[in-house]
């Protein structure tokens, strides 16, 4: 099997070093664990900034959202709290760091940088997802309701860098199952 290249590697170490150290992580720091010479950070992705934003953009989290969510099956209240029972398992491996997207979001203060656009795209994605399922649920006002979710899992994955053994993910799967109640039929 060949190694894969340079800027293969670059995401891969990036993606790694940027959750477990947060975006501030050094160039060097990747540079070495990608094996790679600066000049291909440069070539692939013009610097640091646009190596941050490509890696929240290949992150693929909203895709393990929907794997969990089609693995739960047709139901749409199902699929959503089968969200909420995937985080509970998540937030409690001794890896969890919390959300790279919010972490970077707070981190980077220059509001021009690269990776603003690709958390807002990203939690857009997210809402989108929930409103849709809100709508097939037939809840009154999908997007609110998708709102409303967010907040939900927000809140998960930043308790449970603070307080894991709370279980927040349990307490917001209660509270999902609230805002599904909001039925229309």
């Avoid at 979710?149 to 927040?168: E, I, K, Q, S």
């Amino acid at each position: 099997m060949s190694r894969p290249g340079p800027r293969e590697r670059l995401l891969e170490a990036a993606s790694d070093l940027t959750y477990e150290q947060g975006v501030h992580v050094g160039v060097d720091a990747i540079l070495k664990r990608a094996d790679v010479a600066r000049r291909s950070l440069y070539q692939h992705f013009g610097g640091k900034d646009g190596l941050i934003a490509q890696t929240l953009r290949e992150a693929g989290i909203d895709a393990r959202y929907r794997r969990v969510m089609d693995d739960a099956g047709d139901n749409p209240r199902e699929r959503i709290l089968a969200v909420f029972d995937e985080l509970e398992k998540v937030t409690t491996t001794p890896s969890f760091h919390g959300c790279r997207y919010t972490a970077a979001e707070l981190a980077l203060t220059d509001p021009a940088h690269p990776a603003h656009a690709e958390i807002r795209a990203y939690k857009d994605e997210l809402h989108r997802m929930f409103a849709a399922e809100l709508r097939r649920h037939g809840h009154p006002a999908p997007d609110f309701g998708a709102d409303q979710l967010l907040v939900l899992v927000d809140g998960v994955l930043a308790h449970a860098v603070t307080r894991p053994d709370a279980h927040p993910a349990l307490a917001a799967r209660a509270m999902a199952e609230h805002v599904l109640d909001q039925r229309t039929d």
